[in-house]
């Protein structure tokens, strides 16, 4: 019996190479992370994390090499094309909207799929189907309680998994997740983590974190960027007591 063929990668970074006038910020970087992974980037300030997720979305061109989500190479298509294939990065479409409440705020990131045009808001609201497929949302991450809620009125650790809730009407294949728990408190952190953790096992989530401790409790694999070069990637379990990333990155002897 012949073995089934491994899955294309659902996100493929080749020898991508940026350069910031005399800077070079990405050297001949590669990363490939498979459908439904949950994939940590670490490094420290200035290694080439942001950069690289602005070269996945499409914020910055590269100088040379590409980018491949789930076999289309869209290493010239503007950002808004790769939300159309199911790449999306929360703070792209995540902006909340401070009056309107938390039901209106996933409602609104439902309209991503649909384009934006003046009177975009509307229609979406009077649509009992979307209302419907938006509360449930909510109602599986277990932020039912927000729905009716003014963005103005949550908390900062729930507007966040509320960025997340955004995110996912948009029913991405690809989540870019950046520094998710950045400026959280302890407690806001462990609510952020949890809701990351429950995300669809079918999802490949990619995520910058500065928190050891939340990134490797959430990461499956990880890539360490060091002055824009890849200096380990594999399992967190191996990378994590690799010795070029305890001295490097981790700062230890």
Not at 21 to 33: I, Q
Not at 149 to 167: F, K, S, T
Request: glycine fraction near 10%.
């Amino acid at each position: 019996m012949k073995e089934r063929p491994a899955p294309a990668p659902a996100l493929l970074v080749r020898d991508v190479t940026v350069r910031f006038g005399g800077l070079l910020a990405l050297a001949n970087l590669d990363l490939e992370v498979k459908p439904g992974a949950r994939h940590g980037i670490l490094g420290p300030n200035g290694s080439g994390k942001t950069t690289l997720f602005n070269v996945i979305t499409g914020f910055v061109a590269p100088q040379s090499g590409s980018v491949v989500i789930h076999g289309d190479d869209v290493t010239r298509l503007p950002p808004h094309r790769r939300v159309d294939l199911g790449l999306v990065r929360t703070f792209q479409i995540t902006t909340l909207f401070p009056e309107l409440t938390a039901l209106e705020n996933v409602l609104m990131g439902s309209l991503v799929k649909v384009g934006h045009h003046r009177d975009w808001w509307r229609p979406a609201r009077q649509d009992e189907q979307a209302r419907g497929v938006a509360e449930a949302l909510l109602s599986r991450l277990g932020l039912d309680h927000l729905a009716g809620v003014p963005v103005r009125e949550i908390g900062y650790g729930e507007q966040r998994q509320l960025e997340i809730a955004v995110a996912l009407a948009t029913a991405p294949r690809i989540l870019l997740l950046d520094e998710p728990t950045a400026g959280l408190s302890g407690p806001e952190t462990a609510m952020v983590s949890d809701l990351i953790q429950r995300l669809p096992d079918d999802l490949t989530v990619v995520l910058i974190e500065h928190d050891l401790e939340v990134i490797f409790d959430l990461a499956d694999t990880l890539t360490v960027l060091y002055y824009g070069e890849r200096i380990a990637d594999g399992s967190t379990a191996v990378v994590r007591e690799d010795p070029v990333v305890k001295e490097v990155y981790l700062g230890a002897s």
